[in-house]
């Protein structure tokens, strides 16, 4: 069995924060306090506190709960493909004036 000693500085993760650049971008506003429901185990919680995968050429948030992934942002030439299979619903709260 295989077991690894992982430090707080060297988790494979950091928090849906991460987020909040890449999305605000191309969205404009603020999503890490958007609430995903996740479609694996049907937890709801805010974007920021999912865990965000982004040692890869795109950007990966899971659940914490379950792990199953709500959301994959990859930037390409000229574009940004938002991928939310893993996530049943979006909640996002409404602007006040």
Do not use: H, K, Q, Y
Request: proline content about 7%; charged content about 20%; hydrophobic content about 45%.
């Amino acid at each position: 069995m295989l077991t690894t000693n992982v430090g707080a500085d060297d988790a494979p993760w950091v928090d849906g924060n991460a987020l909040a650049g890449p999305l605000g971008e191309i969205m404009g506003t603020d999503l890490t306090v958007a609430d995903l429901t996740c479609a694996g185990c049907r937890t709801t919680r805010p974007l920021a506190a999912m865990r965000v995968f982004d040692r890869a050429p795109g950007l990966v948030a899971r659940c914490p709960g379950c792990e199953d992934v709500v959301m994959r942002v990859v930037r390409m030439a000229g574009r940004v493909l938002i991928d939310m299979r893993g996530s049943l619903v979006v909640r996002l709260p409404t602007p006040t004036a």
